[in-house]
């Protein structure tokens, strides 16, 4: 079968650095995605990577290891608006989104 | 550009009664999907097309229909609701297939059935 595991949920403290891990068995890959998702709202894009390595976006960052089936989600410089559940999710061989549960994190001043 | 519109954004049903979820995009994509969301798990994906007059069934279909007349619109129906289909449901986009190409969501639709 297919699975995304992620943790349920994270505390950090405001401006620090966390980083959520996701875990992936899929049936092909082409792709994975993270997005952030606050209470209540839809999910919005924040990262794509398809091939190893980190890819960095302002104070968000995403590493792939497709050996390993792994990736993580770097945040840094926390600010209490990063309080939100991120979604990793994979496109597997039939180009379709794969989702994890989504890891709520939680930030603390 | 209004992006992706979902109508209604709150809806209460009865066990038995039926409803169509609305659904529009306006950047022009091909691909639309319907996701539904449970509390604590991850989205599921109930229908997608690839363009007009294309639907194919996601992983969980079940008491779900679709259609898919023009570009822009992608209604979901629910017949017969019942309590297993209370949940938020999302619609999404994107121009091509889900590789590179990141999913544009809609608000939503808070689903009760009762």
């Known amino acids: 079968g297919q699975n995304i595991d992620q943790p349920t949920e994270m505390t950090a403290t405001e401006g620090a650095i966390v980083q959520i891990n996701c875990t992936y068995q899929?049936?092909?890959?082409?792709?994975l995605f993270w997005y952030q998702q606050h209470a209540g709202e839809a999910p919005t894009f924040l990262s794509y990577?398809?091939l190893d390595g980190l890819e960095e976006k302002g104070r968000f960052s995403s590493f792939l290891s497709r050996s390993k089936g792994y990736s993580y989600l770097l945040l840094k410089e926390l600010q209490m608006k990063d309080s939100a559940s991120y979604l990793c999710?994979?496109?597997?061989?039939?180009?379709?989104?794969?989702w994890g549960a989504g890891t709520k994190l939680i930030i603390k001043p | 550009n209004a992006g992706v519109t979902q109508t209604p954004k709150f809806r209460i049903l009865k066990i038995g009664q039926s409803m169509t979820l609305q659904c529009a995009q306006d950047?022009?994509?091909?691909?639309m999907y319907w996701y539904r969301q449970d509390p604590g798990m991850g989205l599921k994906l109930i229908y997608y097309?690839?363009?007009?007059?294309?639907?194919d069934k996601g992983e969980v279909p079940n008491g779900y229909n679709v259609s898919r007349s023009t570009t822009e619109d992608f209604p979901l129906r629910l017949e017969l609701a019942a309590p297993s289909q209370t949940s938020v449901y999302f619609c999404?986009?994107?121009?091509?297939?889900?590789?590179?190409?990141?999913?544009?969501f809609g608000p939503g639709t808070r689903l009760t059935v009762t």
């Open positions: 999404a986009s994107n121009p091509e297939r889900a590789s590179s190409y990141e999913q544009y």
């Open positions: 950047m022009n994509h091909n691909y």
């Open positions: 097309s690839v363009g007009a007059g294309i639907t």
């Open positions: 899929t049936s092909g890959f082409n792709g």
């Open positions: 990577n398809v």
């Open positions: 999710a994979v496109a597997d061989s039939n180009y379709q989104l794969i």
